[in-house]
């Protein structure tokens, strides 16, 4: 399992204008879409067949970062397995795959399951990265996951049609949202996570090269940040008003020509 | 030995025919080959159905030489296999994919297997003085615009979709060399089983003056109904994200977004639509966005023109009741409105 801690929904984002690296402050959670995939690992060890033998969440980040360890705990990991260090910030997504991946080839994985995106898009790509970099099969944006001994049959919108893919196990892959429904963690599971073991990893126990992460293992290099063009902002009204509601839309609509 | 600084697009096709996506991203490999005075090339990946004249046909968009490699369609993998083997040989310095899903992948995949730097939702890609590619892409859900640069080679850029135009010129036309690539280990352990299913009547989004969009908000399938009310009522279709799609509520030929249909009506109405990027690249050319939703924070909220933070079952109803009203008993405006 692989987690990511993102910025709340409900905070702006914005990219440091001199390091080109997401502003880490202000309130954050878990990626939304990695509860998808969390919730994929539960509902396949309930199925048991095969039996699933333990659920490993493993994240990368600064200290923070293991607040998504513990939410990935409450909803039915294992273990959890945080990599911090200092040399990994400034990663581009392919030395940030490589990272992720020489944490994960120590656990030996049968499938390794994802969120397909973040906030910054990038995650559309990490599947694909990791898998290229254990040598396993890799499929993302799968909307439906079937697994019959040690194949997986997956389910993906791609850009013809739906297509369905079968892959050997251990394989990579990414899911969306439209994969499940995630449940709430129990109060018992969330009192029970705040106090399980998150174990830490260095770079360098984790056996990561250091030339190949952080701004010198990087491929790209962020040039400049701009914000796009405004736009005239939103004309936001209450619905908790429904009669004066509509009545402001039809006028909007009218004001336009659109009805 | 010379740098080199040649470009190499990947095409992707079905049916017969190139994707629009991918017929960009070769007049765009094309366009920056001439700046740097090599030439482009394309590769394609697919069996018996890439004949030479097919392949021939990426000429038209710039492509000097196609290469063609014999494997499965629709996987990563082979086509990882095959552009790493030839950017390894070849003088290519520069990957280009149109984007979407298959595109995302490989370009991914293909930098990691390569050492190379990859950028995605690319916008722009442009030549620095010197002939190092920068480009600009968009990132956190378009609220910024980064210029990113390469650092070392190879460099693999992954357009957004419709970022790149599809230029044809007529007459122009490629030398077709096939290439004989050494799958990976594990390119087997993935199979099509079944590629391109469509669901669903045929529906023509693309000319919709007004489209009235449901996501994961409407709650399920009968919740298409008042949207099916207020399309008639505005003149309108509807149209499904790709959740509300996934989830099973609406055809998949009434997809838009960014793996669905881009669309440019006058109105877009988007019902519990979140507004996520990939939903805002496919309807960006909408005239004039209207978002209902009972989350206040929705990104949508961020990009529609007129946002009401409400429960649909309460406003839809009375919509439609208002505008079918509205429509009965008042003349058409007369006034100019700007």
Redesign the interface.
Known sequence: MLVKEVPD??V????DPTS?R?DRTGARGLNPFDAHALEAAVRLRESAIPPVEKIVAVTMGPDGAARVLRRALSMGADRALHLSDPVLAGS???AT??ALARVLERERPDLVLLGQ?S????C??????V???L???????V?RLELAGATL?CE?????????????LP?VVSV???LNEPRYPSLKALVRAREAPVETLSAAAAGIEPHRVGAIG???????????AA??P???????H??A???R??A???????? | MQPVSGVLAYALHNEGSFHRDSLGAVSEAARLASELGEEAAAIVVGGDELDDALCASLGRYGARRVYRARAPAGLAEPAVDAIASVMRRGPYRYALLGGGLLGVEIGAALAARLGGGVTMEVIEARLTGSGDLVVLRSALRDSARVRVGYVGRPGVVIGRRGAFAAVEHDGSSATVSDVVHEPSPWANRARMLRRGERRGPELDLGQAEVIVAGGRGVGGAEGFRDLEALASALGGVVAATRAAVDAGWYPYSAQVGQTGKAVSPRLYVACGVSGATQHRVGVQAAGAVLAINRDAGAPIFAWADMGVVGELAELLPRLIRALSAAGDATPPSLESTT
Request: net charge negative; hydrophobic share 40%; proline share 6%.
């Open positions: 929904p409900g702006p984002k914005r990219l080109g997401l581009c997504v392919v795959g490589y995106q906030d910054d898009g990038e559309y790509a990490m599947a694909s990265i898998g290229e970099q040598g396993m099969p890799a499929l993302s944006q909307s049959r993906r919108q791609a850009e013809y049609g739906y297509d369905l893919v079968e892959l050997d394989a969306g949202d439209a990087s491929h790209t290099r962020v040039l400049a940040v701009a914000e796009p736009r005239a939103v004309e936001l009204v209450d619905g908790s429904p009669e509601a509509v009545e839309v039809v909007w609509l009218g004001e336009r020509g659109l009805r």
